[in-house]
């Protein structure tokens, strides 16, 4: 169960707005791909595995419950914690299933954690 309120303040609901869209990786220890809409979410991680759920949000914060990708993780709560700023996204979730989300954002390059950071997707023009 998730623990924030869901984004009924006008900060959060700018923070939904902003956030939605396709995101790709450009720094972090895999390429990642990350697909908001709404509060769905599909996180795949290139040739490897596909997460997709629910999310809520509060400042700072990110509740994702996982309801479909590896079945250790399917119905799990992963307490994550991002950043959205000038167009750059930066996401470090905590463990499925662990209580504990991570306070700061880790070095891209630590290997303990899963630090990732976005940028928009570019759609290529129609001639």
Do not use: K, N
């Not at 470090?92 to 630090?115: H, I, K, N, Q």
């Amino acid at each position: 169960m998730s623990t924030l309120a869901p984004a009924a303040e006008p900060a959060l609901r700018s923070a939904l707005e902003s956030i939605q869209g396709v995101w790709v990786s450009v720094a972090g220890p895999r390429e990642a791909r990350f697909l908001i809409v709404g509060h769905r979410f599909t996180c795949e991680f290139v040739g490897s595995d596909i997460y997709m759920g629910t999310f809520d949000l509060a400042p700072g914060q990110m509740d994702m419950r996982i309801e479909a990708g590896p079945a250790e993780h399917v119905g799990r709560w992963s307490r994550c914690i991002y950043q959205l700023e000038g167009g750059v996204l930066r996401w470090c979730p905590g463990r499925p299933g662990a209580d504990r989300r991570p306070t700061t954002f880790p070095d891209v390059d630590d290997p303990r954690y899963l630090s990732l950071v976005f940028r928009r997707a570019v759609r290529p023009t129609r001639r």
